[in-house]
């Protein structure tokens, strides 16, 4: 008998885009926000006492659920914090999940969800998205104990209405999970369906909108029975009192967060038409990333080639994601950078 659990020792693991030792890159791999936090974020870590590092944290973090139930109307009973949207992905698979119930999800999507759901030991139900990556009808009938729509859909960058997710919600006998960590750059989001359905559970992220990737911070918006039952669920302590310290004082910053998204929806519209000019196929993106299918060179080439120049950019060797590119928006300056680049591949 091995060491391990028969499905850890038979699944591979998660892989995470490169992170690259040398800051002398240009790093559109990762979804990162390419500008630093809110000043006041780093006066608030600067704030911090020794004190508050002796002791615990405090285990709920209800100085950031208050801050992020006023941000969305609801109550600090609606939200649980955690060390990251995963944090709540893996806390939701542990909740609802085990080798009787299974989860299921569109796809193409994250694919943290597959690894998660083997770690479980449960079954996924994949349903394929057709090629305008609409909500597939089969989805509601698959019989899951948990559904997870990513909206807007990563590595798409493809969005579902809220009204379609309602109809979603409604007929599903499971929880509803929807993984919001890119709404930031949407014109929607979901959170009001909290109000109206208690099977529905929003995904947070502060990595995106919030310039917070390193602090790993993430939340989770629901009825208070799933919150409660989650709680259940989570470590003791699954958020620190640095990371709580920066969130809070990060979504408090409501005018800095604006200004921030604005900047990177305004890039996000640039690049799609500098992209465009060069030949590739690039549908609209309500997320801070862009898939780009290249018509006539081969995607893991282009990748290749990139690397070589210092440019990451993220290329899935996932079905229906071969011929493509994952770009994420950077600054002005990255992405002319990456477009004189690909103008350079290109024309050899
Ligand atoms: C679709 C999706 N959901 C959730 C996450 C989790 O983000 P984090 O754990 O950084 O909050 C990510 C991170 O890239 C993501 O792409």
């Known amino acids: 008998m091995g060491y391990f659990r ?4 038979d699944m591979g693991g998660y892989v995470p885009g490169y992170q690259p030792e040398s800051g002398d890159v240009v790093k559109l791999n990762t979804n990162e926000n ?8 780093m006066e608030a870590l600067a704030g911090i006492k020794p004190e508050q590092l002796r002791r615990y944290p405090d285990p709920v973090g209800n100085e950031f659920r208050e801050a992020a139930a006023k941000v969305n109307g609801v109550s600090p009973e609606n939200i649980m914090c955690c060390n990251g949207g995963d944090d709540l992905l893996t806390i939701a698979m542990r909740s609802f999940c085990n080798s009787n119930r299974t989860v299921a999800y569109p796809v193409p999507t994250y694919s943290l969800y597959p690894v998660l759901a083997k770690l479980q030991n449960c079954k996924a139900i994949e349903v394929d998205f057709d090629k305008e990556f609409n909500l ?17 859909n990563a590595p798409t960058g493809s969005f579902i209405d809220t009204a379609e997710l309602a109809s979603l919600a409604d007929e599903l006998k499971g929880v509803l999970l929807i993984d919001e960590a890119y709404v930031d750059f949407a014109e929607d989001n979901c959170a009001g369906l909290v109000k109206k359905f208690d099977n529905v559970i929003i995904l947070r992220s502060m990595s995106k909108g919030y310039c917070l990737a390193g602090m790993r911070f993430g939340y989770a ?8 039952g989650m709680m259940k669920v989570k470590d003791s302590y699954n958020v ?32 799609i ?8 196929e690039v549908p609209e993106s309500f997320a801070n990333f862009v898939l780009a299918k290249s018509k006539d ?25 071969t011929d493509k590119l994952r770009i994420t928006i950077g600054t002005r300056q990255q992405n002319d950078k990456l477009i004189s680049a690909l103008k350079e591949i290109l024309a050899k």
């Open 6 to 9: 028969d499905n850890i020792e």
């Open 240 to 271: 620190d009192t640095v990371s709580t310290v920066a969130a809070t004082a990060a979504i408090k910053d409501q005018q800095y967060f604006k200004g921030n998204v604005e900047k990177v929806k305004n890039e996000r519209k640039r690049t």
């Open 221 to 228: 918006i629901a009825a208070a029975n799933l919150i409660e």
């Open 297 to 321: 060179y081969k995607a893991s080439e282009i990748y290749d080639k990139l690397v070589q120049l210092g440019i990451y950019v993220r290329y899935f060797d996932l079905p229906g994601l």
């Open 273 to 280: 038409g500098e992209l465009t000019k060069l030949g590739f």
């Open 34 to 41: 390419p500008y630093p936090p809110a000043p006041a974020v």
């Open 136 to 152: 597939p009808a089969k989805l509601s009938s698959s019989g899951a104990a948990l559904t997870i729509v990513c909206n807007p």
